[in-house]
Every structure is written in structure tokens, then in C-alpha cells.
């Protein structure tokens, strides 16, 4: 039996994870966060007592878009592209197909991005909106979400395929790596994808915030290679695994 080409088995996989990610209960959770903090900003733009309304804005983004929605949705939706596949069996069923295993890692990714970027993007970009940071937070905001979930998305795909339990361990990266060591030990910080993340925002708008302290080239840069890297280390650890 022929291989099927990479195309086409990206195509396949894509497809069927996607159907097996977009459920009503994840989708409108999700969605919960997102517009909480739409919520929150409108708040923040609407009180005349706070002294730097710029300022507080970009504080709410960083503070919730990027440390509680951009992560945890690139989570659960990543981590349970091949996680939910192997305990249902259709990775055993893509297994009995002559497929290659980096088109089924890229089309897990593309499934999980496909689902975490509407729910991160538009609602935190309406909430920079709403905020009243202006242009620039609008648009730093929409920029620094899109590298955050291409990066969180690969790095949690890869991690689905380590450990068995991708949500307790992605949630401890991101609230003990990245919310509390990483600022107070600079060498732990280049490992956060939300230092690259709040670099954007403040190269961007000139505001600055803690972690924030690498140039906007730098921020985009980073988190792309680490994606990259990731979905190559996935796709190495699923040659090597054994799921049926």
C-alpha cells in the first residue's frame, strides 16, 4: 500500500480532530473567559477615578489575557488534540493507514489553532477595544495573541505526547513557571513564552510591563522557533510511541 502524501494526511487528521475538539461545553467555557475579560477591560476604559487609563488597560490584558485565557485555552484544546485521539482510538485508526507522523503532529496543531484562535483573538481584542488603550493596544494585543497561541499550542501538543496528565502539568508551567519564578529569576524567564508575549505589547505601546523587557523583533521571533522545535520533538516522540 502507497503512503499517503503529507497533504493529504494533514488534511485527514485535521479533520478528524477538529470534530472531536469543538464541543459545546469546551467552546462555550472558553468563549466564559474570554468575555470575562472583555468585561473587566469595558470596567477599566469606563471609570473616570484611575489616573493612567493607557496604563491600566495594558495591565488588564497582560494580567488576564495573557496569563489566564491565551494559555489555558492553547491548553486544553492542544493538549487534547492527540490526548482525547489516543484514548478513542482514532490515533490507532490513523496508525493502520500509511501515514507519516509529522502530517498527523501538524494536523493536531492546526485543529487546536483552529478552535484557540477565535476564542483568544477577538475577544481580547475587543476587550483592548473596550479598554481605552487606543490603536496600539489594539493592535499589539492582536499581535502578541496570535504568536502566543502559535507557540502555547505547540509547545502543549508536544507536552499531551510526554506525560499523561498535559493539563496539570501545562497549568503548572504556566502558573509556577511563568507567573511566579520566572519573575524572580531573569535566566527562568527566557523560558516563558509570556515574557515574549508582554514584549510585544510593550514594545508596542510603550508601556512597560514585568517580563517585558525584550525588543518586539525578539518577542515574535522566539515563540515561533519554540513552536517549530516543538512540533519537530512531537513529531519524533510519536514515531516512537506505541498507541495502540
Known amino acids: 500500500m502507497s503512503s499517503v502524501a503529507p497533504l493529504p494526511a494533514v488534511r485527514l487528521t485535521y ?38 487609563p493607557a496604563e491600566a488597560a495594558v495591565a488588564v490584558i497582560a494580567g488576564l489575557g495573557f496569563t489566564a485565557v491565551v494559555p489555558v485555552v492553547s491548553l486544553v484544546f492542544a493538549s487534547a488534540a492527540l490526548g482525547d485521539a489516543r484514548e478513542d482510538g482514532t490515533l490507532v485508526y490513523l496508525w493502520l493507514r500509511p501515514i507519516d507522523r509529522w502530517p498527523v503532529v501538524v494536523g493536531a496543531w492546526l485543529a487546536a489553532l483552529t478552535v484557540s484562535m477565535p476564542l483568544t483573538i477577538v475577544p481580547l481584542t475587543v476587550a483592548a477595544g473596550l479598554s481605552g488603550g487606543g490603536r496600539d493596544l489594539v493592535v499589539a494585543t492582536a499581535i502578541a495573541t496570535l504568536v502566543g497561541v502559535l507557540a502555547y499550542t505547540a509547545v502543549f501538543t508536544l507536552l499531551a505526547l ?50 517585558g523587557d525584550k525588543p518586539v523583533a525578539v518577542g515574535v521571533i522566539v515563540p515561533l522557533v519554540v513552536a517549530v522545535a516543538a512540533l519537530v520533538l512531537a513529531s519524533r516522540r510519536l514515531h516512537s510511541m506505541d498507541v495502540a
Open 162 to 211: 510526554l506525560v499523561k496528565n498535559p493539563i496539570v502539568w501545562g497549568l503548572g508551567y504556566v502558573l509556577i513557571w511563568e507567573g511566579i519564578i520566572s519573575g524572580f529569576a531573569p535566566s527562568a524567564a527566557n523560558l516563558a513564552i509570556a515574557g515574549y508575549v508582554r514584549s510585544i505589547i510593550t514594545g508596542l505601546t510603550d508601556i512597560e510591563l514585568e517580563l
Open 15 to 52: 479533520g478528524l480532530l477538529l470534530r472531536q475538539l469543538v464541543t459545546r461545553g469546551r467552546v462555550l467555557a472558553l468563549l466564559a473567559v474570554g468575555v470575562g475579560v472583555a468585561l473587566v477591560a469595558w470596567a477599566v476604559g469606563a471609570a473616570d477615578d484611575i489616573d493612567d
